[in-house]
């Protein structure tokens, strides 16, 4: 299981920002960032959204262990994956073997 407030200290540093730093980028104040260490509490939610826009990165992606990949897909791949997921079993696989005789 990840730890939130290691994890947020990984990013933070390899962006070579400060808490202050982290803060103004972030929207959120530098004493409630500071309060998350010293009482050892995790970040709201809606927090943790603002400190994953900040090092640009979805809350997914922060969540990923290190040995983990993400996969980011065009609109297109995104439009036939959708489409695809309606196919039966017999048009999906039909389908599979045309884009590999591509």
Not at 23 to 35: N, R
Not at 74 to 89: F, G, R, V
């Amino acid at each position: 299981m990840i730890n939130v407030l290691k994890r947020i200290t990984e990013l933070r540093e390899a962006h070579h920002w400060t808490e202050y730093q982290l803060a103004e980028h972030s929207g959120l104040t530098q004493s409630t960032i500071s309060s998350w260490y010293r009482k050892q509490m995790l970040p709201t939610i809606p927090s943790l959204v603002k400190i994953c826009d900040a090092f640009g990165i979805t809350v997914s992606q922060f969540f990923l262990e290190k040995n983990e990949q993400t996969v980011h897909l065009t609109e297109k791949q995104a439009s036939l994956l959708a489409a695809s997921a309606k196919l039966s079993s017999e048009q999906y696989d039909a389908l599979l073997s045309f884009i590999e005789l591509l």
